[in-house]
């Protein structure tokens, strides 16, 4: 009986432990970005997969802020759209498609980012409407073409939602007026301003490092 006992308690704690594990978010080798020691950045206008014209725009809004605070020179946005334009680039799909060696010599910037778009809008659910942006971005050294960090986020309209005691009525007119509202306005890019700093942000959970410019960047915590 004991046997069993013992058996049954060891299988319980590998189910456990198997749990915590697959649940438990895995440290980011930043190995090739301390070697890298990137300072400015080239943030690339956003590859956008979602069927909302304006996500290109607002992610990028959204993407450069969160890179400069972290303490990096971040090449200004409408310099650089200009920049694309004069060599006859003027969207995300075309722009990502340039190589790392024309790209450095055009601006001459340490590291790329690269930011991919997979969902940015509102969707009508039958109690609730949800807008969601969800993005992936990889970190490349211009010079090398070394992948230096890779990350992915998203962000929900509904995280901090409540219908309790609304009722299935009431629960349904409010994702109405939340739809009209979204539509009225753009809460996706308030959406996406959440996005991009869980992605990229030095201070988020495998986020890119802290960078020359900020206080933080010798002692790197949480890197």
């Known amino acids: 009986m004991s046997s069993l006992k013992t058996a049954l308690f060891a299988s319980a704690t590998a189910i456990i432990l198997s749990a915590c594990s697959a649940t438990a978010p895995q440290h980011f080798d930043y190995s090739a970005f301390r070697e890298s020691k990137p300072r400015s950045i080239l943030v690339l206008p956003p590859l956008n997969e979602s069927p909302e014209v304006k996500a290109s725009a607002g992610m990028l809004a959204s993407s450069t802020q969160p890179v400069a605070e972290s303490g990096y020179y971040v090449f200004p946005v409408a310099a650089v759209a200009e920049t694309f334009k004069q060599n006859g680039l003027d969207n995300a799909h075309d722009i990502h498609q340039v190589s790392l060696e024309k790209l450095n010599r055009i601006f001459g910037a340490d590291a790329v980012l690269y930011i991919k778009i997979n969902q940015y809008g509102t969707s009508y659910q039958l109690i609730q409407s949800d807008t969601r942006v969800t993005a992936e971005a990889k970190l490349v050294d211009a010079k090398t073409g070394k992948e230096l960090w890779h990350g992915s986020a998203t962000a929900s309209s509904t995280e901090n939602n409540n219908t309790a005691g609304q009722g299935l009525l009431g629960a349904m007119l409010s994702a109405i007026v ?45 890197k």
Do not use: C, W
């Not at 939340?178 to 996406?192: L, M, Y």
């Not at 700093?197 to 495998?206: D, H, I, Y």
């Open 178 to 222: 939340q739809q009209i509202a979204s539509s009225v306005g753009d809460k996706g890019f308030d959406i996406a301003q959440v996005a991009g700093t869980r992605l990229l942000s030095a201070s988020a959970t495998n986020g890119i490092m802290y960078g020359p410019y900020s206080p933080h960047y010798e002692a790197q915590p949480g």
